[in-house]
């Protein structure tokens, strides 16, 4: 136990008004029990506190915080405390993220913040603090987010060339003069509200040729939620879902004229809104969760439409310390509270490599919300299909295999928790991911059984169902077993499960693969990308086989997960009696060899 840090806060808390109590008791043991402390691993130092929204009120002591010289995370956001930038903050060297937001700070900053050269995230955002920036900030070279924004900070803005910046925010300020060149990379949206040089808020000059960045490709303004959330309230997340549809929205919608970003602040539109607040809903995270945000953090995020999916809309949220994960907003849930929330239990619950882990959810009557990491290379979907040139390498073997293999054990896991009855039920290669291994995870479990069908499939889902599935929540783990197959199909072919040709025909991936298959061997079936690769041929084959064993019509007739799983781990012993790896394969195959195997492929495969 850390008994001189527990001491040095119990002098921090002892000497404080606050008005939610504090349940630290110099007794019990501060890296277990004590609210918003956080120890390091051998438990030896408090690394981390958090006490947002505790209703703290005056200046922080002197000679208490600044004994926890270990400390990494400090959050008094959303209190009271007055008086000066507390002076004891200059002792925590070790400080790598620090929230003092909405409070009432005031006075000028310490100019010399190279004292703090791990700090990665500053959010200061509003208090009464003035004088300058200091440029001294610029020294912090593991920087990703400052926020200074609604404070009284006058003078100009200085150079702040720190290449890791990723979120800036001066808005609703005193400042003057110029954007600094380094910073012209952010949005006008983080110089708003100030006295700048008007420059600052006309369109960016594109020379006559070319043509402004496309909004799609960074955080667009009408999509950020720029949300500043007073108050712990945990009752205000629909606040910031109403802000969230209201700007997803407006994305669909002809533009209206941009509305200065002073005007999103929640501090002023919260008593509007307030009405529809109905306070029943908490974000739940799951156990072993080790992301460091809360709800205020994530409504507070800059969010971006990643796509509209069957169960809703799926955001990218960037949070102030630099994470990012994915938001999925679900819509027409069509089960009860309690349902949902045991499902949502079952889905956090499962713990594996190959399986995108839940984060956390959140219900209320009007808004369900499901957190996961942010895979910041795409999903298989967008690996394989998306056109050459934007962003796309193309897959080669080795990586395909990884996926296939990697998602065959992620589904296997699935269907053995829950007394081997959960079921995927949404199986397709844009709900696969790429683990840090490189190898498939699956994603977006769980779902099928909760949401409402209000539309036939799109055409995207629809190629992956297998044919008796014909109410989406009527899925099973042999329903499972099929989309897997469509994805080594997939894998394997470099086509989308439903895809036109140039004409108006539409190809069913499964049929147009059988037929090729049944009528005669040819390599055509499989994806041109492919066929540079040396002696792969008979593992493309086996993968064929393996998945068309996969697809066959009648439920019955398919393998367990299990049993794929071993099939698709075994392809590579069998060809050739090692550990998989390129360079031990040595012997030729040569297409002719195909022949038979494909013709073994037709007649045992159940068709369609
Ligand atoms: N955790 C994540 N990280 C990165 N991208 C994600 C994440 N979750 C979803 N996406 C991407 O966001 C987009 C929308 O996903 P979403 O799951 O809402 O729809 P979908 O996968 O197209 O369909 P469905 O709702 O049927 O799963 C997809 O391109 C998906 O690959």
């Not at 949300?227 to 205000?236: D, M, R």
């Not at 809309?313 to 309690?338: F, M």
């Not at 997939?490 to 439903?498: A, C, F, H, N, R």
Request: charged share 20%; hydrophobic share 35%.
């Amino acid at each position: 136990e850390p008994s001189e840090d527990k001491q040095a806060l119990l002098d921090f808390a002892n000497n404080m008004y606050h008005s939610r109590p504090l349940n630290w008791d110099v007794r019990t043991s501060a890296c277990n029990l004590w609210t918003g402390v956080t120890c390091n691993h051998d438990k030896s130092r408090i690394i981390a506190v958090r006490l947002p929204g505790f209703g703290f009120r005056g200046s922080v002591p002197s000679n208490t915080l600044a004994r926890l010289s270990a400390l990494q995370i400090l959050s008094l956001r959303s209190n009271g405390f007055s008086g000066p930038f507390p002076s004891d903050l200059s002792k925590l060297g070790n400080l790598t993220s620090l929230y003092l937001q909405l409070n009432k700070f005031q006075g000028p900053l310490p100019q010399n913040f190279s004292v703090w050269e791990n700090l990665s995230v500053i959010n200061l955002s509003d208090n009464a603090f003035n004088g300058s920036i200091p440029a001294s900030i610029s020294n912090l070279t593991h920087l990703t987010a400052l926020n200074l924004s609604n404070n009284s900070f006058s003078g100009e803005i200085p150079d702040l060339n720190v290449p890791s910046l990723q979120l800036l925010d001066l808005s609703n300020n005193n400042l003057t003069g110029n954007v600094p060149q380094s910073l012209t990379r952010f949005p006008n949206s983080a110089f708003s509200g100030n006295q700048l040089a008007p420059e600052v808020s006309s369109p960016p000059v594109v020379p006559p040729n070319e043509k402004p960045e496309k909004k799609s490709s960074r955080i667009s303004e009408p999509a950020v939620l720029g949300i500043i959330i007073g108050g712990s309230s945990l009752g205000f997340v629909l606040i910031a879902v109403l802000l969230i549809i209201c700007y997803s929205n407006k994305e669909a919608q002809p533009k209206a004229p941009k509305k200065p970003k002073k005007e999103v602040s929640l501090k002023r539109e919260k008593k509007t809104i307030s009405a529809s607040q109905d306070g029943d809903g908490r974000l739940v995270f799951f156990e072993n969760c080790n992301l460091a945000f809360d709800l205020e953090d994530l409504l507070r995020a800059s969010a971006e439409v990643l796509g509209k999916g069957s169960f809703g809309t799926t955001y990218k949220a960037a949070l102030e310390d630099g994470t990012t994960v994915a938001v999925k907003r679900l819509k027409e849930v069509s089960v009860g509270k309690r349902e949902f929330e045991l499902q949502m239990e079952a889905v956090g619950n499962v713990r594996h490599e190959n399986v995108a882990q839940l984060r956390a959810y959140y219900y209320s009557k009007d808004e369900k919300l499901m957190v996961y990491d942010y895979y910041a290379q795409g999903s298989v979907s967008a690996l394989l299909h998306a056109k050459m040139g934007e962003k796309r390498i193309p897959l080669d073997w080795e990586s395909r295999v990884r996926i296939a293999t990697g998602a065959a054990r992620g589904i296997t896991h699935i269907h053995s928790e829950c007394g081997g009855k959960l079921v995927h039920g949404n199986m397709k290669a844009s709900n696969i991911f790429l683990n840090s291994q490189q190898y498939g995870c699956v994603s977006d479990l769980g779902l099928a059984t909760l949401i409402t069908p209000i539309a036939p499939p799109v055409m995207r889902t629809a190629g992956y169902r297998a044919p008796e599935v014909t109410d989406s929540r009527k899925v099973s783990q042999a329903s499972d077993v099929y989309s897997f197959g469509v994805l080594l199909l997939e894998l394997l072919t470099g086509k989308s499960p439903i895809h036109a040709t140039g004409g108006d025909e539409v190809i069913h991936l499964v049929r147009w693969v059988n037929s090729v298959v049944r009528e005669e061997w040819t390599a055509e079936v499989f994806d041109v990308e492919l066929l540079r690769f040396p002696n792969i041929e008979e593992e493309m084959v086996e993968m064929l086989r393996i998945g068309m064993t996969c697809v066959a019509r009648m439920p019955e007739q398919r393998p367990k997960m299990s049993d794929v799983l071993k099939m698709v781990e075994d392809m590579r012993r069998v060809n050739t009696g090692n550990p998989p790896s390129t360079e031990t394969r040595t012997e030729e195959s040569t297409p002719a060899a195909l022949t038979p195997i494909a013709a073994d492929i037709a007649s045992t495969s159940g068709q369609q």
